[in-house]
């Protein structure tokens, strides 16, 4: 079937700006993660759904972060007021797992968010 | 937290060559999960490894969760193997995953 989905694969904002990251996990995936990778390093978490409930927020940066998940499925991650430090790959996955289990997690594209 | 610490940071082969790239991680975990992340920055799954050892083609891992360490194997390497490569663990009640800091491998013709 088909995998995780992100768009748009790149986004350029300005300064100030707000952009919202979309994902489409894939069919009947419970679990849903947001990661940020920096460029030369590893992906960090960010936030972590089940269903449609947030259930970890801890390695969300600061309040202009937001993300939302309100039917289960489609997940978007908006992020307000860009700042040059957001700029950063923001990688979605997406797991069988329901909190406490451990499945694989399989990971989209990614977007490629610069703020100018 | 937990640290995941790889080896080496950077390996440059020749085709045909085999390698050995570490994961060590300071803590027991319930999941291990290998990654090659491609010149286009897509991450593909290699291996669930929690434990013991699992083979695909020319790649095979092994996991030794009692001295907490991974080791993924790479034999006859191809140009199409450069990138880098990741372990990511997952610990406790919590679902995500921490990544280590990568190896990347460039593989020459």
């Known amino acids: 079937g088909a995998g995780v989905s992100q768009s748009p694969r790149y986004k350029v904002a300005k300064r100030g700006q707000d952009v919202a990251l979309r994902c489409d996990p894939i069919?009947?995936?419970?679990?849903l993660f947001w990661y940020q990778q920096a460029l030369g390093q590893g992906p960090e978490f960010l936030t972590y759904?089940?269903?449609?409930?947030?259930?970890?927020k801890s390695g969300l940066p600061s309040d202009r972060f937001f993300a939302e998940r309100p039917e289960g499925s489609v997940s978007t991650l908006k992020i307000q007021r860009t700042q040059q430090e957001d700029s950063a790959v923001y990688l979605c996955?997406?797991?069988?797992?329901?909190?406490?289990?451990?499945?694989?997690?399989?990971f989209g594209p990614g977007t490629r968010l610069t703020v100018t | 937290g937990i640290q995941v610490e790889q080896s080496p940071p950077d390996l440059i082969l020749q085709e045909g060559a085999n390698s050995t790239l570490r994961c060590n991680f300071s803590?027991?975990?319930?999941?291990l999960q290998w990654f090659h992340q491609n010149p286009w920055g897509q991450l593909i799954n290699l291996f669930y490894i929690p434990s013991g050892t699992k083979q695909n083609g020319r790649l095979s891992a092994t996991t030794v969760a009692t001295e907490r360490y991974s080791l993924l194997y790479i034999s006859s390497s191809q140009t199409t193997d450069s990138g880098v490569y990741f372990c990511a663990v997952l610990s406790g009640a919590t679902n995500k995953l921490i990544f280590g800091t990568g190896t990347l491998l460039a593989v020459q013709p």
């Open positions: 759904f089940q269903n449609e409930a947030q259930l970890d």
């Open positions: 996955a997406s797991s069988r797992a329901v909190a406490g289990g451990s499945y694989e997690q399989y």
């Open positions: 069919s009947g995936h419970v679990s």
């Open positions: 803590d027991s975990v319930n999941n």
